[in-house]
């Protein structure tokens, strides 16, 4: 078992930056592949970053690509999130999330791909 937390929400005016990190328990993460997801109040959850076990190879949606960086320290058990440029869109809770199969290499958008989920972090961005 794995337990996710996130931490480092908060509100913050458009255009400025947040780092969201979430911390692992239970097992170590450097052999999962991770990710970051968002959810917005009445709309899906959907992808916003993932990074593989080493680091190498990251992926981001369309929407933060240029503006976010997702990153991981394996040593200490924690992936990050760094968001710059921020705009009011961005407001969503910011799940992190493990996936222990391996199996998103190729759905690594779909929320399926992934079977270890934090609780969320609340990111507000006013205008």
């Known amino acids: 078992q794995v337990q996710l937390v996130e931490s480092g929400g908060g509100l913050v005016q458009a255009g400025g930056s947040l780092r969201l990190s979430c911390a692992a328990s239970g097992r170590t993460l450097s052999t999962y592949p991770m990710g970051w997801f968002r959810q917005a109040p009445g709309k899906e959850r959907e992808f916003v970053a993932r990074i593989s076990t080493s680091g190498a190879t990251t992926r981001y949606s369309d929407s933060v690509k240029g503006r976010f960086t997702i990153s991981r320290d394996n040593a200490k058990n924690t992936v990050y999130l760094q968001m710059n440029s921020l705009k009011p869109e961005d407001t969503s809770v910011y799940y992190c999330?493990?996936?222990?199969?391996?199996?998103?290499?190729?759905?690594?958008?779909?929320?399926?791909?992934?079977?270890?989920w934090g609780q969320g972090t609340q990111v507000t961005v006013s205008s």
């Open positions: 999330a493990a996936d222990s199969q391996g199996i998103g290499a190729v759905q690594f958008k779909s929320s399926r791909s992934y079977d270890y």
